[in-house]
C-alpha cells in the first residue's frame, strides 16, 4: 500500500497520467493507448501511418480520455525530441512512455550478404529511437520523482533467429540497456522495463493469416493453443505501467504463450515431441512446398 493506504491494485490503474505510445498506430500499440485510457491516462500516439493514428486516437477519446496523434517517421533525425516537446507542450508532462516502435524491415537474410546500410536501418528503427525517447523523458521523470518506461524487446534477442542476426543483435540491446538503466533511474521512483513478444497478431506479421486449413497446428506451434492479440500484450504493459509494477526493475517480461519455454517441445495431437517429423521439407516435388504461404515454408 502506499502512504495513503490505497493498494496499487485498486484503479483506475492509471489516473491522470499521460503517456507516449510510440508505433501507437500498431496492432499492439492501439490496444496499448486503448489500455492506457481504460484505466485514466491521456495518451500520444505516435505512428507513420496516418489512418492508423487517426483510428487509435478515436478509441482513447472514446473512452473519455485526450488524445494526440503526430504522424511521422521516428528515425529521422530530430524526430523523437519533437514527438516529447509536443506532446510537453499539449498535455504538460509524460509519465509514462511506452516504445513500441520496431520492425525487422524484412531484411532477413545470411549475414555475409547483409550490408551497413541495412545495419544502420535496423538500428535506427529498433535501438536509436528507444534510447532517444528515454533520453527526452527522463529529466521530467526525475523532477518529479516518478515514471515508467516499457519498452518492446523481442524473443528473438533471447533466443537465436537464423538469417536475422542485425536484428537480434538490437533487440539483445534493448534486454541490456532496459536493465541497465532500470536500475540507474529505479531510486528516482522511475521504472524501466521491457516485454518481449512472439507469435502475436500484427500487422508485421499479416495476423498470421495462413488460412483455415492451417488452424490445427497452432496448438503444436504455441503452448497456450492460440495466437497471442494485442490486448494479450496491452495487458502487460498496463501492469508495468502501473503502480502495480513498482517493485519490478529492469526486466524483460516475455509474453509469447509458452514458445519460448517449451524450448523446442512441440505438443501433437497424441504426445508432447522435440523431434517432430516435418515431412514437407523430403516431399519428391518441391513445388508442393513452395506453393504454400510463405510463414511454413
Request: negative net charge; hydrophobic residues 40%.
Amino acid at each position: 500500500m502506499d502512504e495513503s493506504g490505497k493498494a496499487p491494485w485498486n484503479g483506475p490503474l492509471c489516473a491522470g497520467r499521460v503517456a507516449v505510445v510510440t508505433g501507437g498506430g500498431g496492432a499492439i500499440g492501439e490496444a496499448v493507448g486503448r489500455a492506457l485510457a481504460d484505466h485514466g491516462a491521456d495518451v500520444v500516439v505516435a505512428d507513420r501511418a496516418a489512418d492508423r493514428v487517426e483510428a487509435a486516437c478515436a478509441a482513447i477519446e472514446a473512452r473519455g480520455r485526450r488524445a494526440l496523434g503526430v504522424t511521422g517517421d521516428l528515425t529521422e533525425a530530430g524526430a523523437v525530441e519533437a514527438l516529447i516537446a509536443r506532446a510537453n507542450a499539449d498535455f504538460g508532462r509524460v509519465d509514462i512512455l511506452v516504445n513500441a516502435l520496431g520492425e525487422h524491415l524484412a531484411l532477413s537474410g545470411p549475414f555475409e550478404r547483409s550490408s551497413e546500410e541495412g545495419w544502420d536501418r535496423l538500428y535506427r528503427v529498433n535501438l536509436l529511437q528507444t534510447m532517444q525517447a528515454c533520453h527526452a523523458v527522463l529529466p521530467g521523470m526525475r523532477a518529479r520523482r516518478w515514471g515508467r518506461i516499457v519498452n518492446f524487446s523481442s524473443v528473438e534477442g533471447i533466443r537465436a533467429m537464423p538469417n536475422a542476426a542485425p536484428y537480434t543483435a538490437y533487440k539483445g540491446a534493448i534486454d541490456s540497456f532496459t536493465k541497465s538503466l532500470g536500475v540507474e533511474v529505479a531510486g528516482d521512483g522511475i521504472r524501466v522495463n521491457a516485454v518481449a513478444v512472439d507469435k502475436t497478431r500484427s500487422h508485421q506479421v499479416n495476423f498470421y493469416r495462413l488460412g483455415e486449413e492451417y488452424d490445427r497446428h497452432v496448438p503444436v506451434w504455441v503452448p497456450a493453443g492460440r495466437y497471442g492479440e494485442g490486448d494479450d500484450i496491452a495487458a502487460v504493459v498496463l501492469f508495468l505501467s502501473s503502480e502495480m509494477g513498482a517493485w519490478i526493475v529492469g526486466q524483460t517480461i516475455v509474453a509469447d504463450g509458452g514458445t519460448s519455454s517449451a524450448g523446442g517441445w512441440y505438443r501433437t495431437p497424441s504426445r508432447w515431441t522435440n523431434s517432430p517429423l516435418l515431412k514437407q521439407y523430403f516431399e519428391e516435388d518441391p513445388a508442393i512446398n513452395a506453393a504454400r504461404p510463405k510463414g511454413v515454408q
